[in-house]
């Protein structure tokens, strides 16, 4: 790898990576797995590296262009004469962008959570909330719109996740004064993700 290469264009990987992942998950009719585990494994490693607050607001951006660079990379891929290769809607792939965007949110709360002594993770979690609320509007709103029999199970659990990480991000920030330096009990309550966190598209784990 070399700087400059496409390889370390993070909206390349990531475009591409996710939808695959999207198709490999559908093509398995896998439920369990990680949706998160680009973010996780690929993007916040090297050499990336990136924090988890920059990872949720380059996810939001991923997810409101999601029907314009799909477009583009199906135009790209290959011929499939064999025809098994599944095929992605742009709603599959809203939704599939939604898991991995409330995961991920979930999954900073947690990181959080763990570093209660670390007043800088707190911090920056309430800082950058109102743009996470604003990325979570997005979502809902997309979810409201999501049509067709076989997505209206999934919509709804992904509609009530919304509405779990919405709340738990407006107490934490009505609870916390200017320079708290103790997490506030709402944490100690926050909902465990529905996803699984930091494994690969076959289920591994990532610890």
Same mark, same amino acid.
């Given at each position: !790898?070399? @700087?400059?290469?496409?390889?370390?264009?993070?909206?390349?990987? %990531?475009? +591409?990576?996710?939808?695959?992942?999207?198709?490999? =998950?559908?093509?398995?009719?896998?439920?369990?797995?990680? &949706?998160?585990?680009?973010? $996780?494994?690929?993007?916040?490693?090297?050499?990336?590296?990136?924090?988890? @607050?920059?990872?949720?607001?380059?996810?939001?951006?991923?997810?409101?262009?999601?029907?314009?660079?799909?477009?583009?990379?199906?135009?790209? $891929?290959?011929?499939?004469? *064999?025809?098994?290769? @599944? *095929?992605?809607?742009?709603?599959? =792939?809203?939704?599939? =962008?939604?898991?991995?965007?409330?995961?991920? /949110?979930?999954?900073? +709360? #947690?990181? /959080?959570?763990?570093? &209660?002594?670390?007043? &800088?993770?707190?911090?920056?979690?309430?800082?950058?909330?109102?743009?996470?609320?604003? +990325?979570?509007?997005? %979502?809902?709103?997309? !979810?409201?719109?999501? /049509?067709?029999?076989? #997505?209206?199970?999934?919509?709804?659990?992904? =509609?009530?996740?919304?509405?779990?990480?919405?709340?738990?991000?407006?107490? $934490?920030?009505?609870?916390?004064?200017?320079?708290?330096?103790?997490?506030?009990? %709402?944490?100690? #309550?926050? @909902?465990?993700? $529905?996803?699984?966190?930091?494994?690969?598209?076959?289920?591994?784990?990532?610890?």
């Amino acid at each position: !790898l070399k @700087p400059g290469s496409p390889l370390f264009d993070q909206t390349v990987v %990531v475009t +591409i990576l996710e939808y695959c992942s999207c198709m490999w =998950l559908k093509a398995l009719g896998d439920a369990t797995s990680s &949706r998160c585990w680009v973010a $996780l494994r690929v993007l916040a490693e090297k050499p990336f590296q990136e924090p988890l @607050p920059s990872l949720v607001k380059f996810y939001g951006a991923v997810f409101l262009h999601s029907n314009s660079w799909a477009a583009d990379l199906r135009k790209k $891929l290959p011929s499939d004469s *064999s025809g098994l290769r @599944p *095929s992605i809607s742009d709603q599959e =792939l809203q939704l599939h =962008l939604a898991e991995v965007l409330l995961a991920l /949110v979930l999954h900073w +709360i #947690s990181e /959080v959570k763990g570093h &209660r002594a670390d007043d &800088r993770g707190l911090t920056e979690l309430v800082k950058s909330w109102p743009s996470t609320q604003a +990325i979570l509007a997005e %979502v809902r709103t997309c !979810l409201e719109k999501a /049509v067709g029999e076989d #997505s209206k199970a999934k919509t709804r659990e992904l =509609l009530k996740e919304v509405e779990q990480v919405e709340t738990i991000g407006k107490e $934490l920030c009505s609870r916390v004064p200017s320079g708290a330096s103790r997490l506030p009990d %709402v944490l100690s #309550s926050a @909902p465990r993700p $529905l996803l699984g966190q930091g494994s690969g598209p076959s289920g591994s784990s990532t610890a």
